[in-house]
């Protein structure tokens, strides 16, 4: 994780891998050390032999002799790079969904709405509260049955990305004229689990 070998490491202070604006926390840490509590989990930086920065998730509790006497604090580290660019890359596919000017629109398996963003709730009239979990084909009316089964085949994943032209239904009762963009949402393992319209 940090690239140095035990015999670089054993009898130098902790700072060593430890970025010197971080060098309060590990003053923190020795405090709950040295009275005996342990330190949960929490994401922090600390610094590889080459200099460069790793997040980490570190966990410290006290090492205590036979009579209870703490002698020294025992540190789990896991690397978390991954796991924080998931979650940004989630962030940023979040704000592109909220920001985008069409309306996207998520399905899951059962053909309920998982996703409605801003561009959604303006153009069909339902707020994000009012339309998740509701059936895609209630909040947002397939027109007729050979819609239906458009929309079913994409939900199921059987079907590629189809675009066309419908008639839907505003809150108000208005009729809309939108293209529609529908294609099969995959899972992590590639298996449909739902549809994506826009």
Do not use: C
Not at 78 to 104: G, K
Not at 109 to 116: E, L, M, N, Q, Y
Request: proline share 4%; no cysteine.
């Amino acid at each position: 994780l940090y690239g140095y070998t035990a015999h670089e490491m054993v009898g130098r202070p902790i700072e060593t891998i430890v970025p010197e604006e971080l060098f309060g926390e590990t003053q923190f840490i020795l405090r709950e050390v040295l009275q005996g509590r342990a330190v949960a989990p929490y994401d922090t930086e600390r610094l590889t032999k080459d200099g460069r920065r790793v997040a980490v998730s570190i966990a410290v509790s006290p090492l205590l002799d036979a009579s209870g006497k703490v002698i020294g604090a025992s540190t789990i580290a896991r690397d978390i790079t991954e796991r924080l660019a998931a979650e940004a890359d989630r962030v940023w596919t979040q704000r592109l969904i909220e920001q985008s000017a069409d309306a996207i629109i998520a399905l899951d398996a059962d053909a309920r709405i998982t996703t409605w963003n801003p561009a959604a709730e303006q153009l069909f009239g339902y707020s994000a509260a009012e339309a998740m979990g509701q059936l895609g084909t209630d909040v947002a009316a397939a027109a007729d049955s050979q819609e239906q089964v458009e929309v079913s085949a994409a939900v199921l994943g059987a079907g590629a990305t189809r675009r066309y032209e419908a008639k839907r239904r505003h809150r108000d009762g208005s009729e809309l004229t939108v293209q529609i963009s529908i294609g099969p949402l995959t899972g992590p393992d590639g298996s449909p689990n739902g549809a994506v319209v826009s």
